[in-house]
């Protein structure tokens, strides 16, 4: 069983940074990926980014490309999503997940843990 918790959401102008966190307890977090969701109000949960169990495979929604940064410290059981130039379209719930797969993967399908998520608003 992995628990995760989020943290470092915040409310911020267009343009800030934020960088969230991902912390989890159970031995097995390293041998998973770990992805990062979203979910905006009215809309579906989506895919924003994700890394594999070793930090060399990363992926990306088109829409963060460029913008938003994931790594993970797998010696301190953390995943990070650093975000920058921060858009009012960012604003959400974000999610992480992990426990399924070694490779990152887009469907919410692929991760069996999730963690409560952390609010994100960005003021234009």
């Known amino acids: 069983q992995v628990q995760l918790v989020e943290s470092g959401g915040g409310y911020v102008q267009a343009g800030d940074s934020l960088r969230l966190s991902c912390t989890a307890s159970?031995?097995?977090?390293?041998?998973?990926?770990v992805g990062w969701f979203r979910q905006a109000t009215g809309k579906e949960r989506e895919f924003v980014a994700g890394?594999?169990?070793?930090?060399?495979?990363?992926s990306y929604t088109d829409s963060v490309k460029g913008r938003f940064t994931i790594s993970r410290d797998n010696a301190k059981n953390t995943a990070y999503l650093q975000m920058n130039s921060l858009k009012p379209e960012d604003t959400a719930i974000y999610y992480c997940a992990s426990g399924q797969y070694r490779v990152p993967v887009t469907s919410p399908l692929g991760y069996r843990y999730w963690g409560q998520g952390t609010q994100v608003t960005v003021s234009s």
């Open positions: 890394i594999g169990w070793s930090g060399e495979s990363t």
């Open positions: 159970g031995r097995t977090f390293s041998s998973y990926s």
